[in-house]
């Protein structure tokens, strides 16, 4: 299709916006309502806050004033929403909402942004279904006149969902969900460092024949997390803390369940392990609908076990602190989608709510959704428990089969004599031990026999290679880096000693996880078929690497934790200037030649400017930054942020942007640069690099599991077609196995990165909220869909 430019300054001239937030705040807000000013001031429209939600529509006045661009300002790192919300009595009457519409009449506002829950979106919709009849009730009584009612016949109505709990179906996430399990996951993790204390006693017994011993503090934890009505909070931290067991409202625990956790936790304990994790949704109840509460499920292991329990109940602290990099780039992303779906609206279209699926912002009818939301309460209600979780979504239920997978299970008695070996290769990342720790233990419980092949494939070419235990991976979840070790050398040159070694260890399969040197190694490995008999095993690739550069996935492990580090040093550095006037910083990010990081980050932290290699620039295009950085200091904001990928440019280095900058700014701003290094590679890995690592490692050994009964010939595996080396990816909406040779052809080998690269479609968004005029192209718009039709309900 060909591409068709918006004009700034036509599609929303002479039309009005108004975005209220409402219900529960969640972090992530706030980027959302920038985004929705700052474009619709864009396409020309005139866009108005509605502070104090519906309570500010009812009573009008101040409460509905026009935003400008400097309004939303460094309102991105801030948490809650600055412009207000609160629960209203007074919208929910037909009075109530008559007023509501005059005063949105007065302003010529028939555009309706409403960031909230489902409760704040159905008002919306019964608000826009009746607003016909609300402008003859005011026609009548005199409040508007006869063209006031012509001008504003008819009202449009976008939402986009604000919610921690994740608890409105047509949305793989909501607003806010991803930074509640941020403070959830700090929780857990400094809660499990206390539990992991113990006590030696002096060495010197050892000396006089005395057995050294090791005093431990062994605890239970529970844990209760939000969720009156949706476990999605509590599944997710369950997979990624490694919790021994999940209460949510979707999936009661069967009859007897008292007796199975007590059992569960005894044999944990018996295994050696001190720390015994126990995740409670508020809304957790049994088969019959009692409350399963955390005093409760303490009291029990405290009684029953003889357990030290303690119990935490996490409360509004899962609301609070600064948006996640993922809550404030969907924030932003649904602010642009919600715009373009207003200005676009006829009186024929539907209320629609803007979501995502997978990395793809989607338009779904409003009420659709609600509907689907209530089947779920309904469902549980009839204890139709399975269906709950089916209507919850493809993303639950991925994430309930894959605890499934991990919990209540005893490994296998019947084994396979299948030797499934795993690697890290490239550089270390966060989520890589999640990754290895969820493969094994998959691997285990499907009755095979793990190996660990530490320092890549040097490891395996010098035979550096161990069976890896059920229990050696226990804690892995939450930790950094490679545990099994990683170097960057490539198979090609010690390819017969690595054939040995697959033979000598009786090797399989093989998982390989890392970065761009996993996917090179992996072909290597498949070119290497042809003159080593032994490589013809099914081998999977797992993309694991800060860089985000692997063919065949929109997403890698690790990303979105470096990702987060960059974006809270951004705020750090620029809160530093906070008491100093025009400053600019210009921070040098990582990613080879890959600008996923520069230009995601220059997302989530508001970059005026963000240079990447794919996006080639030059001196015209420097002096263009730097004089609109001039401009932006004449105005109420003084600070100025340019991101530079580090290979963006040989000649353009962070140097030479910084130096220009200070020359060309000389008596308007003063520069700063900051190249931030090794730490975008450090750190615990985030809830979603936990998750994304854990659903990853299982689902690579069940294909493997699958391969390796297809390869299975005269007593021996032989796998040497294209599709028995796959690269394991995330694909828009799925995750999906493509061919390390079919993905050759898209790939850049030189500068390590995938021809085509789904983030690129993001950059016009950076600019545009950075206040460059520049033409959006919505060639491809985001279809309405039906979400009823597409879980195939009716």
Not at 416 to 441: D, E, K, Q, T, W
Not at 623 to 641: A, C
Not at 692 to 717: P, Q
């Amino acid at each position: 299709m060909q591409a068709t430019p918006v004009n700034p300054t036509t599609m929303g001239v002479g039309k009005a916006i108004a975005v209220l937030t409402s219900g529960g705040d969640a972090q992530g807000m706030n980027a959302a309502v920038r985004a929705t000013v700052r474009v619709g001031i864009y396409t020309g429209a005139k866009v108005y806050f509605v502070h104090e939600g519906y309570q500010g529509l009812v009573d009008g006045g101040d409460h509905i004033c026009l935003a400008t661009w400097e309004s939303v300002s460094m309102m991105l790192q801030l948490g809650g929403t600055v412009i207000g919300s609160a629960r209203c009595k007074d919208f929910r009457t037909k009075e109530g909402r008559t007023k509501a519409a005059c005063n949105l009449v007065k302003l010529g506002i028939t555009n309706l942004c409403v960031i909230g829950g489902d409760g704040s979106l159905t008002g919306a919709n019964e608000f826009r279904s009746e607003w016909s009849e609300l402008l003859q009730i005011l026609l009548k009584a005199g409040k508007i006149t006869a063209e006031e009612a012509r001008r504003s016949s008819h009202l449009n109505i976008v939402g986009m969902v604000g919610s921690i709990d994740n608890d409105f179906c047509g949305t793989d996430m909501t607003i806010g969900t991803d930074s509640a399990l941020h403070r959830i996951i700090e929780v857990v993790d400094a809660i499990t460092t206390t539990a992991q204390r113990y006590t030696h006693t002096h060495s010197y017994l050892c000396f006089v024949g005395l057995e050294s011993k090791l005093i431990f503090h062994q605890r239970a934890f529970i844990l209760e997390v939000m969720g009156r009505h949706c476990g999605y909070l509590a599944l997710v931290t369950a997979l990624a803390s490694g919790a021994d067991w999940v209460f949510i409202p979707e999936m009661p625990p069967d009859d007897g369940w008292e007796d199975h956790l007590c059992r569960r936790l005894a044999n944990q304990r018996s295994m050696g392990y001190r720390l015994n994790v126990i995740i409670v949704a508020e809304g957790a109840m049994d088969r019959f609908g009692k409350p399963i509460t955390c005093d409760m499920v303490k009291n029990l292991v405290t009684k029953k076990l003889g357990f030290d329990t303690r119990s935490t109940i996490l409360g509004h602290v899962q609301r609070g602190g600064t948006p996640s990099a993922f809550d404030r780039i969907l924030g932003s992303r649904m602010g642009v989608e919600a715009v373009m779906a207003l200005l676009e609206a006829t009186p024929d279209t539907p209320a629609c709510v803007v979501s995502l699926s997978g990395n793809q912002a989607i338009r779904l009818p409003l009420m659709e959704c609600v509907q689907v939301t209530k089947d779920v309460t309904k469902a549980m209600a009839e204890g139709k428990f399975e269906e709950a979780v089916k209507l919850r979504g493809k993303s639950f239920e991925n994430n309930w089969n894959t605890y499934k997978l991990l919990a209540h299970v005893s490994p296998a008695e019947v084994k396979s004599n299948i030797n499934i070996a795993i690697m890290n290769v490239g550089a270390p990342c966060a989520g890589m031990n999640a990754a290895v720790r969820s493969a094994v233990r998959i691997g285990i419980l499907q009755g095979h026999n793990m190996l660990a092949i530490h320092d890549g494939f040097e490891g395996l070419a010098h035979g550096n290679i161990e069976p890896i235990s059920w229990a050696a991976v226990g804690n892995w979840t939450g930790q950094g880096g490679s545990n099994l070790g990683t170097k960057r050398m490539l198979p090609a040159n010690i390819m017969e000693e690595i054939s040995l070694n697959i033979a000598k260890f009786n090797i399989h399969s093989l998982i390989i996880i890392g970065g761009f040197e996993a996917f090179v190694g992996g072909l290597e490995l498949v070119t290497g078929r042809e003159k080593y008999e032994e490589l013809c095993i099914p081998i999977v690739v797992i993309p694991a690497t800060v860089s985000n550069n692997v063919p065949g996935s929109d997403f890698s492990i690790g990303a979105d934790t470096a990702l987060n580090t960059i974006t809270s040093t951004c705020d750090r550095i620029k809160q530093s200037a906070a008491g100093t006037k025009r400053r600019v910083f210009i921070i040098e990010t990582m990613g080879g030649y890959c600008g996923y990081l520069a230009t995601m980050a220059g997302l989530a932290a508001g970059a005026d400017a963000a240079y990447i290699y794919e996006e080639p620039f030059g001196i015209h295009d420097l002096e263009v930054n730097v004089e609109h950085l001039v401009e932006k200091m004449k105005t109420t904001v003084k600070r100025g942020l340019i991101l530079r990928n580090e290979k963006c440019n040989s000649n353009y280095t962070t140097d030479f942007i910084f130096n220009l900058y200070t020359e060309e700014g000389k008596g308007v701003f003063d520069c700063r640069k900051n190249v931030l290094g090794h730490m975008q590679q450090g750190g615990t890995p985030s809830p979603f690099d936990r998750n994304f690592g854990t659903k990853m490692g299982a689902k690579s050994v069940l294909w493997l599991t699958d391969k390796l009964k297809e390869c299975y010939r005269h007593g021996r595996i032989f796998a040497n077609t294209p599709d028995s080396a796959c690269v394991l990816g995330m694909r828009k909406r799925a995750l999906v196995f493509q061919p390390l040779a079919e993905l050759k052809n898209n790939t850049d080998f030189e500068h390590r990165i995938p021809k085509t690269q789904w983030w690129l479609k993001l950059r016009p968004i950076l600019k545009i909220l950075a206040k460059y005029k520049i033409s959006l192209d919505i060639s491809e718009k985001a279809a309405m869909e039906s979400v009823i039709k597409k879980r195939g309900i009716v």
